[in-house]
């Protein structure tokens, strides 16, 4: 056997054990030659598909340009390369990555085509459930309505691997603009650096960070966020998850909050100073004409001296608890009531504490709360008014069993100045409402079973302390 019969022979073998399907044609495009791998891919055997054109291999998924421009490359003497779609001699569709080069002879002349086919399908069908889920996982992201940014630890450089929508819109920097570079030198001013480096370095440690930081945007303007970073991936950390909410107009509005609470304090000791003492004049020449005079009318300027003096410490108070609440602690609500019963007038009137549960509060606040819910109940119930403290789900409640609040009236009752007595400042339940919300609570009035005044205070936190 001479060496080209020997090299053909090996050669032969070789195409015949390989796993992809190989195959040639004459220049017609009829088929000459299959290999066994051939035979499995296609469904055709090897006595069927010889003499057959190569176009029984064809799905109808390729129009008639697409072949044509395949013909065009390969008459031409060049290799065709690319993913076409083929049929099963059962009509099952599936993917190749086809190599078809051509064949000359002695003289030069293409004489016939090889074409080589891998088996893709599986291959493809997984590369398009990747894709699905990557587009399914940028519409989750771009359905979030807060800034969300996936970014890598490249060296001392924060890259952006992916942004959402809300980021993009809120920060206003192109997609361009978002892959090239470090995040951190688009966003972060010079002197906010070295808090952003810190934090890198917190999170490539593990740590999940929360916290308030300013960042610019692309036309420079400075917003405070609520930035939320969590690390994820193996130790060190190679990427993190970073959220961006806006708090820009909620800090402007804290501070002007504070601002004006400070001012209305300022006002109201000014106005306090400049009343008390006036009316500490006038109590002590009336407590001198009291001594020298007998008349009915001192005890009438005497009731209303101390009307004087109970809305300058009304208008104190609820300048000053407007506030937030700082203070907290475990608060039990039968010695809060207790306590507060004892500093009010309650002539014949009755308390039925049905409640010892704890609550968060400031006790010193919350005092203020039932002083001025007991208060107000004996001024519009009576003095023999019965006053009830009990649970709610998520709270208390306050209740008498007075002549009750018209449903018409109860969202006015906690407007400053609005009272239905001659003797109330109107102020009471104000500093009531005041207190309330400045821990976060809610409160309505209703009526109580009895037909009388019924204050539910909702959204309290319990305490574990017993």
């Known amino acids: 056997m001479n060496d080209r019969s020997m090299d053909l022979r090996v050669f032969r073998e070789a195409v015949e054990s390989t796993g992809h399907a190989i195959y040639w044609t004459d220049t017609t495009g009829r088929i000459e030659y299959v290999n066994p791998a051939f035979e499995e891919q296609t469904g055709y055997a090897a006595e069927e598909a010889i003499g057959s054109n190569a176009h029984i291999l064809q799905s109808g998924v390729h129009d008639t340009q697409f072949y044509d421009r395949l013909w065009e490359t390969i008459l031409n003497g060049d290799v065709w390369e690319g993913q076409i779609i083929n049929e099963r001699k059962n009509g099952e569709r599936y993917v190749v990555k086809q190599t078809i080069s051509p064949v000359t002879g002695d003289s030069g002349e293409i004489v016939r085509f090889v074409a080589v086919n891998e088996d893709i399908t599986d291959l493809r069908e997984s590369q398009e459930s990747l894709e699905q889920e990557r587009n399914r996982f940028v519409s989750l992201l771009n359905a979030v309505p807060v800034p969300l940014v996936i970014t890598a630890f490249d060296d001392d450089a924060l890259t952006v691997e992916q942004a959402n929508r809300a980021f993009r819109d809120t920060f206003g920097f192109t997609d361009s603009q978002l892959s090239e570079g470090s995040l951190d030198e ?11 480096q810190k934090i890198n370095e917190q999170v490539q440690c593990g740590e999940r960070i929360r916290r308030e930081v300013i960042r610019h945007t692309a036309d420079g303007t400075e917003r405070t966020f609520l930035l939320t970073a969590t690390p994820f991936g193996s130790e060190p ?10 708090i820009t107009d909620r800090k402007q509005a804290e501070e002007a909050l504070k601002q004006r609470t400070e001012e209305l304090e300022d006002f109201a000791n000014v106005v306090s100073h400049d009343l008390r003492n006036p009316l500490n004049v006038a109590s002590g020449h009336l407590d001198l004409l009291d001594s020298a005079v007998e008349s009915a009318h001192i005890d009438a300027v005497r009731n209303a001296h101390e009307r004087m003096q109970e809305l300058i410490e009304n208008i104190l ?10 203070d907290t602690e475990s608060v039990a609500l ?7 019963w004892a500093t009010v007038e309650t002539a014949d009137a009755t308390l039925n504490v049905e409640t010892t549960k704890p609550i968060v509060a400031d006790e010193s606040r919350l005092r203020q709360v039932f002083t001025n819910l007991i208060r107000n109940a004996i001024e519009h119930g009576g003095e023999d008014v019965t006053i009830s403290v009990g649970d709610l789900d998520e709270g208390f409640y306050v209740a008498d069993d007075g002549a009750g609040i018209p449903e018409a009236e109860r969202e006015q009752v906690f407007e400053a100045s609005h009272t239905s007595t001659e003797t109330g400042t ?23 079973r009895t037909g009388g005044a019924r204050f539910e205070i909702e959204g309290v936190k319990g305490s574990n302390k017993k």
């Open 237 to 246: 950390h190679e990427e993190s998850l970073a959220t961006y909410l806006d």
């Open 334 to 340: 039968d010695d809060c009531v207790s306590e507060s």
């Open 317 to 326: 108070m609820l300048a000053r608890h407007g506030k937030t609440i700082d």
């Open 186 to 196: 688009l966003i972060v001013d010079e002197g906010t650096s070295a808090q952003a």
């Open 426 to 448: 109107g102020l009471g339940l104000a500093i009531v409402r005041e207190v309330v919300e400045a821990h976060g609570w809610e409160i309505t009035v209703t009526e109580s």
